[in-house]
């Protein structure tokens, strides 16, 4: 059993920056890919960013490519997310997530991943 929690969100203006922090904790963190999802009121929780166990590989969701950056240290069983030039499109309730395997071939979705942190709100305010 994998336990995440997450920290690091709060409020910013349009254009500014945050860093989300996820913290693992009861399994061998460096065998899970990570993930961040985000989910806004009504709507489906939507995949943002994952990085494979080693953290040699990233993948990113369409609308936050060049601008959010996903990052882990194996060593400190964290995964982080560097968020810039926010957008009021980018206030949602983040999640960070960890699953067995780390999927490439399609857009990952909620069921790829077996573990979740209870969330962190981020606002952006224009």
């Known amino acids: 059993q994998v336990h995440l929690v997450e920290s690091g969100g709060g409020l910013v203006q349009a254009g500014g920056s945050l860093r989300l922090s996820c913290a693992a904790s009861?399994?061998?963190?460096?065998?899970?890919?990570m993930g961040w999802f985000r989910q806004a009121p009504g709507n489906e929780r939507e995949f943002v960013a994952a990085i494979s166990p080693s953290g040699d590989s990233t993948y990113y969701g369409d609308s936050v490519k060049g601008r959010f950056t996903i990052s882990r240290d194996n060593a400190k069983n964290t995964v982080l997310l560097q968020m810039n030039s926010l957008k009021p499109e980018d206030t949602a309730v983040y999640y960070c997530?960890?699953?067995?395997?780390?999927?490439?071939?399609?857009?990952?979705?909620?069921?790829?991943?077996?573990?979740w942190g209870q969330g962190t709100q981020v606002t952006v305010s224009s």
């Open positions: 997530a960890a699953g067995k395997i780390y999927y490439t071939s399609h857009l990952p979705t909620t069921s790829d991943y077996d573990y």
């Open positions: 009861g399994g061998t963190f460096s065998r899970y890919a």
